[in-house]
Protein backbone atom coordinates (compact mmCIF):
# COMPACT_ATOMS: atom_id res chain seq x y z
CA UNK A 1 0.00 0.00 0.00
CA UNK A 2 1.10 3.34 -0.93
CA UNK A 3 1.59 5.49 1.86
CA UNK A 4 2.86 9.08 2.13
CA UNK A 5 3.46 10.80 5.76
CA UNK A 6 4.17 14.41 6.02
CA UNK A 7 5.75 16.03 9.16
CA UNK A 8 7.68 19.18 10.46
CA UNK A 9 4.32 21.84 9.86
CA UNK A 10 3.91 24.18 12.82
CA UNK A 11 3.62 27.76 14.15
CA UNK A 12 6.74 30.07 12.72
CA UNK A 13 7.05 33.69 12.60
CA UNK A 14 7.01 35.67 9.10
CA UNK A 15 10.25 35.65 7.72
CA UNK A 16 10.99 32.17 9.34
CA UNK A 17 11.98 28.88 7.63
CA UNK A 18 10.62 25.66 8.52
CA UNK A 19 11.71 21.92 6.78
CA UNK A 20 8.70 19.96 5.53
CA UNK A 21 9.34 16.05 5.55
CA UNK A 22 7.44 13.18 3.45
CA UNK A 23 8.31 9.53 3.98
CA UNK A 24 7.24 7.03 1.29
CA UNK A 25 6.38 3.77 1.64
CA UNK A 26 5.21 0.72 -0.11
CA UNK A 27 6.31 1.49 -3.39
CA UNK A 28 9.75 2.03 -5.24
CA UNK A 29 10.79 5.76 -4.04
CA UNK A 30 13.13 6.21 -6.71
CA UNK A 31 11.14 5.53 -9.78
CA UNK A 32 8.50 8.08 -9.21
CA UNK A 33 8.38 12.25 -9.51
CA UNK A 34 6.70 13.88 -6.79
CA UNK A 35 5.10 17.01 -6.01
CA UNK A 36 4.02 19.75 -3.34
CA UNK A 37 0.88 20.73 -3.45
CA UNK A 38 -0.66 22.99 -0.51
CA UNK A 39 -4.23 24.80 0.55
CA UNK A 40 -3.92 27.72 2.22
CA UNK A 41 -7.20 27.31 5.19
CA UNK A 42 -10.76 27.00 3.02
CA UNK A 43 -9.68 27.78 -0.33
CA UNK A 44 -8.27 25.21 -2.76
CA UNK A 45 -5.21 23.61 -4.29
CA UNK A 46 -2.16 25.41 -5.44
CA UNK A 47 0.58 23.19 -7.04
CA UNK A 48 4.23 24.47 -5.17
CA UNK A 49 6.83 22.48 -6.64
CA UNK A 50 7.74 19.30 -8.66
CA UNK A 51 11.04 16.85 -8.76
CA UNK A 52 12.02 14.19 -10.90
CA UNK A 53 12.53 10.71 -9.64
CA UNK A 54 16.38 11.36 -10.25
CA UNK A 55 16.24 14.96 -9.24
CA UNK A 56 17.54 16.10 -12.32
CA UNK A 57 14.13 18.08 -13.22
CA UNK A 58 12.96 20.68 -10.57
CA UNK A 59 10.35 23.19 -10.98
CA UNK A 60 8.62 25.76 -8.69
CA UNK A 61 5.45 27.64 -8.65
CA UNK A 62 6.38 31.69 -8.97
CA UNK A 63 5.09 32.25 -5.42
CA UNK A 64 7.28 30.25 -3.40
CA UNK A 65 10.78 30.32 -6.00
CA UNK A 66 13.73 31.61 -4.96
CA UNK A 67 12.46 30.68 -1.22
CA UNK A 68 11.82 26.94 -1.17
CA UNK A 69 13.59 24.19 -2.12
CA UNK A 70 12.34 21.28 -2.77
CA UNK A 71 14.84 17.84 -2.45
CA UNK A 72 14.52 14.18 -2.28
CA UNK A 73 17.02 11.57 -1.03
CA UNK A 74 16.29 7.88 -2.52
CA UNK A 75 18.28 6.16 0.15
CA UNK A 76 16.05 7.60 2.89
CA UNK A 77 12.92 6.93 0.66
CA UNK A 78 11.88 11.01 1.67
CA UNK A 79 10.91 14.32 0.00
CA UNK A 80 11.58 17.26 1.96
CA UNK A 81 10.62 21.27 1.01
CA UNK A 82 12.92 23.55 2.90
CA UNK A 83 10.81 26.60 3.58
CA UNK A 84 12.62 30.36 3.93
CA UNK A 85 11.44 34.04 4.19
CA UNK A 86 7.40 32.82 5.44
CA UNK A 87 5.23 35.10 4.64
CA UNK A 88 1.30 35.00 5.75
CA UNK A 89 0.74 34.08 2.65
CA UNK A 90 1.97 30.84 2.98
CA UNK A 91 0.26 29.52 5.64
CA UNK A 92 -1.64 26.26 4.35
CA UNK A 93 -1.85 22.22 4.29
CA UNK A 94 0.83 20.96 2.40
CA UNK A 95 0.62 17.76 0.63
CA UNK A 96 3.39 16.04 -1.10
CA UNK A 97 2.00 13.69 -3.61
CA UNK A 98 3.43 10.98 -6.14
CA UNK A 99 3.03 10.99 -9.76
CA UNK A 100 0.43 8.30 -10.24
CA UNK A 101 2.75 6.54 -12.97
CA UNK A 102 0.59 6.71 -16.26
CA UNK A 103 2.50 7.68 -19.40
CA UNK A 104 -0.64 9.78 -20.91
CA UNK A 105 -0.60 12.54 -18.46
CA UNK A 106 0.85 13.14 -15.23
CA UNK A 107 -1.88 13.40 -12.37
CA UNK A 108 -1.06 12.97 -9.19
CA UNK A 109 -2.48 9.48 -8.28
CA UNK A 110 -1.19 9.67 -4.56
CA UNK A 111 -1.41 12.10 -1.53
CA UNK A 112 -0.42 12.24 2.17
CA UNK A 113 -2.84 13.44 5.04
CA UNK A 114 -1.12 16.68 4.81
CA UNK A 115 0.90 19.07 7.20
CA UNK A 116 -0.10 22.43 8.38
CA UNK A 117 2.16 25.54 8.09
CA UNK A 118 0.87 29.25 9.93
CA UNK A 119 2.89 31.48 9.42
CA UNK A 120 1.77 34.19 12.26
CA UNK A 121 3.11 36.72 14.56
CA UNK B 1 -0.06 30.48 -16.81
CA UNK B 2 -2.92 28.47 -17.78
CA UNK B 3 -5.72 29.45 -15.86
CA UNK B 4 -8.51 26.65 -15.15
CA UNK B 5 -12.43 28.11 -14.66
CA UNK B 6 -14.85 25.26 -13.25
CA UNK B 7 -18.76 25.71 -13.23
CA UNK B 8 -20.48 26.06 -11.16
CA UNK B 9 -18.83 26.66 -7.70
CA UNK B 10 -21.46 24.54 -6.35
CA UNK B 11 -24.41 22.91 -7.01
CA UNK B 12 -27.11 20.94 -4.42
CA UNK B 13 -28.04 17.24 -6.29
CA UNK B 14 -30.13 14.18 -5.08
CA UNK B 15 -29.10 10.81 -4.49
CA UNK B 16 -29.46 9.10 -7.86
CA UNK B 17 -29.16 12.37 -9.80
CA UNK B 18 -26.70 12.87 -12.61
CA UNK B 19 -24.29 15.22 -11.82
CA UNK B 20 -22.20 17.50 -14.55
CA UNK B 21 -19.35 19.74 -13.93
CA UNK B 22 -17.50 21.71 -16.44
CA UNK B 23 -13.78 23.02 -16.50
CA UNK B 24 -12.35 25.21 -18.97
CA UNK B 25 -9.22 25.82 -19.98
CA UNK B 26 -7.77 29.75 -20.72
CA UNK B 27 -6.07 27.89 -23.56
CA UNK B 28 -5.18 24.52 -25.19
CA UNK B 29 -4.13 22.06 -23.39
CA UNK B 30 -5.12 18.60 -25.60
CA UNK B 31 -6.06 16.03 -23.41
CA UNK B 32 -3.54 16.63 -20.25
CA UNK B 33 -6.88 17.17 -18.07
CA UNK B 34 -7.65 15.40 -15.00
CA UNK B 35 -10.05 15.46 -11.82
CA UNK B 36 -10.19 15.25 -8.20
CA UNK B 37 -12.34 14.64 -5.13
CA UNK B 38 -11.91 16.03 -1.73
CA UNK B 39 -13.73 15.30 1.21
CA UNK B 40 -13.67 17.90 4.67
CA UNK B 41 -10.47 16.96 6.12
CA UNK B 42 -9.11 14.97 3.46
CA UNK B 43 -6.38 14.75 0.82
CA UNK B 44 -7.49 15.25 -2.64
CA UNK B 45 -8.22 11.60 -4.47
CA UNK B 46 -6.86 11.60 -8.35
CA UNK B 47 -10.78 10.34 -10.16
CA UNK B 48 -10.05 10.88 -13.64
CA UNK B 49 -6.75 11.74 -15.53
CA UNK B 50 -5.77 12.55 -18.97
CA UNK B 51 -9.19 13.86 -19.55
CA UNK B 52 -11.43 10.40 -19.47
CA UNK B 53 -9.02 7.43 -17.84
CA UNK B 54 -10.18 6.14 -14.65
CA UNK B 55 -7.66 6.32 -11.88
CA UNK B 56 -7.29 2.62 -9.99
CA UNK B 57 -10.43 1.65 -8.00
CA UNK B 58 -12.67 4.47 -9.02
CA UNK B 59 -16.24 3.47 -9.32
CA UNK B 60 -17.34 3.48 -13.59
CA UNK B 61 -20.28 6.13 -12.04
CA UNK B 62 -17.68 8.72 -13.28
CA UNK B 63 -16.51 9.38 -16.46
CA UNK B 64 -14.76 12.32 -18.02
CA UNK B 65 -14.53 13.88 -21.45
CA UNK B 66 -13.55 17.13 -23.92
CA UNK B 67 -10.39 18.06 -25.24
CA UNK B 68 -8.62 21.35 -25.98
CA UNK B 69 -10.26 24.12 -23.92
CA UNK B 70 -13.50 22.61 -22.76
CA UNK B 71 -14.14 19.57 -20.31
CA UNK B 72 -16.27 17.94 -18.12
CA UNK B 73 -17.00 15.94 -15.49
CA UNK B 74 -20.03 13.51 -15.40
CA UNK B 75 -22.01 11.35 -12.18
CA UNK B 76 -24.31 9.10 -13.79
CA UNK B 77 -25.91 8.43 -10.89
CA UNK B 78 -24.79 10.63 -7.55
CA UNK B 79 -23.95 8.19 -4.05
CA UNK B 80 -23.81 9.72 -0.89
CA UNK B 81 -20.21 9.45 -0.51
CA UNK B 82 -20.03 11.45 -3.32
CA UNK B 83 -20.78 14.70 -1.94
CA UNK B 84 -17.70 16.46 -1.83
CA UNK B 85 -15.08 18.98 -3.54
CA UNK B 86 -14.17 18.69 -6.98
CA UNK B 87 -11.03 20.05 -8.76
CA UNK B 88 -9.75 19.81 -12.18
CA UNK B 89 -6.45 20.49 -12.90
CA UNK B 90 -4.02 20.56 -16.11
CA UNK B 91 -0.54 18.80 -16.80
CA UNK B 92 -0.19 20.61 -19.59
CA UNK B 93 2.16 22.99 -18.70
CA UNK B 94 4.10 24.14 -15.93
CA UNK B 95 2.97 25.61 -13.46
CA UNK B 96 0.47 22.63 -12.99
CA UNK B 97 -3.09 25.27 -12.20
CA UNK B 98 -6.43 23.96 -10.31
CA UNK B 99 -9.84 24.94 -10.89
CA UNK B 100 -11.30 26.38 -8.05
CA UNK B 101 -13.44 23.94 -6.96
CA UNK B 102 -17.08 22.54 -7.68
CA UNK B 103 -18.96 21.57 -4.52
CA UNK B 104 -21.40 19.15 -4.79
CA UNK B 105 -24.16 19.34 -1.97
CA UNK B 106 -26.85 17.28 -0.56
CA UNK B 107 -30.31 19.20 -1.85
Known amino acids: EVQLVESGGGLVQPGGSLRLSCAAS????????MNWVRQAPGKGLEWVSYISSSSSTINYADSVKGRFTISRDNAKNSLYLQMNSLRDEDTAVYYCARDAGYSTSFAAGYWGQGTLVTVSS | DIQMTQSPSSLSASVGDRVTITCRAS??????LNWYQQKPREAPNLLIY???SLHTGVPSRFSGSGSGTDFTLTISSLQPEDFATYYCQQSYNIPWTFGQGTKVEIK
Open chain 2, 27 to 32: QSIATY
Open chain 1, 26 to 33: GFTFRSYS
Open chain 2, 50 to 52: ATS
